[in-house]
C-alpha cells in the first residue's frame, strides 16, 4: 500500500524503488549488525542478482559484497549439508 500511495503522490519511479531498496536493507540491518562484519562479505539468494539492491547494501555497509556463483543455491546446499549431518 505505501508503494501504491508514492505512485498516487506522482513520486518518481526511481525514488519508489530507492525506497523499496531502503526498506529491505533497513529490516536486513539488525540482523547484520549482530555479527562482526569484515570483507569479504557475500550476499546469497535470489536478491543477489538485483544489482541496485545490492549498491544499496553496499553504500549503506559501507563495504564491498561478493555474489558467489550458484548464489541461488547456497541456502539450499547448507540446509542439505546440515540435513546430512542429522542423525
Do not use: W
Amino acid at each position: 500500500t505505501e508503494i501504491i500511495s508514492l505512485m498516487h503522490a506522482k513520486m518518481p519511479v526511481e525514488d519508489i524503488v530507492r525506497s523499496v531498496y531502503m526498506g529491505v536493507v533497513s529490516r536486513a540491518l539488525p540482523l547484520m549488525t549482530k555479527v562482526r562484519m569484515s570483507e569479504p562479505v557475500a550476499i546469497t539468494g535470489g536478491m543477489a542478482n538485483n544489482r541496485g539492491l545490492v549498491n544499496t547494501f553496499e553504500n549503506v555497509i559501507g563495504m564491498k559484497l561478493t555474489v558467489p556463483e550458484n548464489h541461488e543455491f547456497i541456502g539450499a546446499i547448507g540446509t542439505a549439508l546440515l540435513a546430512g549431518e542429522g542423525d
